[in-house]
């Protein structure tokens, strides 16, 4: 006999149990972004971002994954994911994408960010501020594409869209966004660009992480020997951000920010509506 594919949806306890890591995630990663500066090593982020995640009863997912002992992806310049936690000491005006995820009960949150160190020269500065806002920029507006779209490949349309209006730039298609929930990368993949099809239905049940990640140059890349850390083939900065959203019957809400996503999603029209 042939077994069922499980379903993408989630139930609404399920969708319940998702909002305690989803907040873990975004306290751990507020807890980092606090100490960015220059001087601070990659390592000594990994940390705060651990006992932040245990302290809060959860645990670090990306410990989880086979083969990865560390609870931060700290990606930095031409660096566009998976960048491993380190000796490396952060420098005035670098570009550092941090990742992380935590698991309470079997469920899961994933979610990014990317900050300019403070300091450095200020066109560089300036160039990389532009990456990393543009790249924001167009994840806000796949969660508020999600929030009206019949299927999901509307959101991989938005997030394209959002970006080619602010310059040119690389969208990143080897990485995509992905479905979140019992393990932190499920079905359904969530694109950042345009594909044929439209999709799976946006329905309520529906638990996804979107993820842009976007060059200022070209999106070929290659993985260094370390077999995790992907960088750009041409040297070029890169930015990535990340949030985890639930679709429920009242609307959507991103569960990897404290307020669900209402302040970044108010200028685009969009109310999140906290998970039932």
Known sequence: MRRRKPSIYKSPDELRAMVRPGLLTAQALDAVRAAVRAGTTTAELDA????????????????????YRH???????????????????????????????????????DSAFTVVVPGGDPAVAAARQKLSDTTERALWHGIAALA???HLHE??????????????????????????GRSMH???????????????????????????????G???????????????????????????VAVHADGIWVL??????AASLAPLGVTPV???
């Open 155 to 180: 959101v991989g349309a938005a997030v394209e869209d959002a970006i080619d209006e602010t310059g040119a730039w690389g969208i990143v298609e080897d990485f995509t966004g992905h479905g979140i």
């Open 48 to 67: 705060i971002a651990e006992r932040t995640i245990r302290d809060g009863g959860g645990i670090p997912n990306f410990q989880l994954v086979p083969g």
């Open 186 to 216: 499920e079905e359904p993949p969530v694109f950042n660009y345009r594909v044929r099809g439209a999709g799976p239905a946006v329905q309520p049940g529906l638990a996804i992480a979107i993820e842009p990640m976007v060059t200022a």
């Open 256 to 261: 990897t920010a404290a307020d669900g996503g």
């Open 218 to 244: 070209t999106i070929d890349s290659s993985t260094d020997a370390d077999g995790w850390t992907v960088r750009t083939l041409d040297g070029s900065d890169a930015a990535h951000w990340e949030h985890s």
């Open 71 to 109: 609870t931060l992806c700290v990606s930095v310049n031409d660096e566009i994911v998976h960048g491993i936690p380190g000796a490396r000491v952060l420098q005035a005006g670098d570009i550092v994408s941090v990742d992380a995820g935590a698991e309470v009960d079997g469920w899961n949150g």
């Open 274 to 276: 906290p998970v039932p």
């Open 148 to 150: 009206h779209a019949e």
